[in-house]
């Protein structure tokens, strides 16, 4: 079955330093997204992309945030200057369409630790 | 501001028994999704609801959609040590954001 794959699994980074979170969505998808789930917390909505550009994005999305797909077929996740609290799992997932009955696929996250 | 609240937030449970996971939210939505979450791994799609009075049943789960009073239940029947995960309801927000639920962390004993 095709699946959303991540890169790396885990991360540790020092504070201020940038990261990239690297990921595959499945092939015939248009639709790509970026969770996040801090330790022990829900997951949270950060960032919807369509079409090369960002459809949607939240308040935590803030300008330390960006994305990109470089190719065909990765979608990245860019942290420029890491804090302590951007520690967390990072999920990407994607979908086929949007809205009613469409399924979003989560690939299995990049755990990124702060210190 | 959308809420979607789960309860109970923790669930032990005996194997055999039944229970229900609810899920409450705040505004209208045209969907509704439960995930299955195991530690430190990814999130599963379980079901996608569409409509009110939706029901869709796999295995020894089962969820069901009521727009009318803003609840979904996810509904765990005989159980077996290996449903024990975390479960999310995530509720659709727009054409392409999810605002998930807490989480309920299931605990099925022998």
């Known amino acids: 079955e095709p699946e959303v794959t991540q890169t790396p699994s885990h991360q540790v980074t020092q504070m201020g330093q940038e990261v990239i979170l690297r990921c595959v969505p499945i092939?015939?998808?248009?639709?790509f997204y970026w969770y996040r789930q801090i330790l022990g917390q829900k997951v949270e909505f950060l960032v919807s992309?369509?079409?090369?550009?960002?459809?949607?994005k939240s308040e935590i999305f803030d300008d330390q945030f960006s994305v990109e797909r470089p190719d065909g077929s990765n979608f990245t996740l860019k942290i420029r200057s890491t804090k302590l609290e951007d520690s967390a799992m990072y999920f990407c997932?994607?979908?086929?369409?949007?809205?009613?009955?469409?399924?979003?696929?989560f690939g299995e996250g990049s755990w990124l630790t702060v210190v | 501001e959308l809420k979607v609240e789960q309860n109970p937030l923790f669930l032990s449970m005996q194997e055999g028994k039944n229970y229900t996971i609810y899920c409450n939210y705040s505004?209208?939505?045209?969907?509704l999704y439960w995930y299955r979450q195991d530690p430190g791994k990814s999130l599963e799609s379980l079901f996608v609801?569409?409509?009110?009075?939706a029901v869709k049943q796999e295995g020894r789960l089962m969820a069901s959609l009521d727009t009318k009073a803003r609840l979904s239940t996810l509904h765990i029947t005989a159980a077996v040590h290996d449903l024990s995960a975390t479960y999310f309801c995530?509720?659709?927000?727009?054409?392409?954001?999810?605002?998930f639920g807490q989480g309920t962390r299931l605990t099925i004993n022998p």
């Open positions: 997932a994607s979908s086929v369409g949007q809205g009613s009955g469409n399924t979003i696929y």
């Open positions: 092939s015939n998808h248009l639709y």
């Open positions: 609801l569409l409509s009110n009075g």
């Open positions: 992309f369509y079409n090369n550009e960002i459809s949607e």
């Open positions: 995530a509720l659709g927000a727009g054409a392409q954001k999810l605002v």
């Open positions: 505004t209208t939505s045209d969907r």
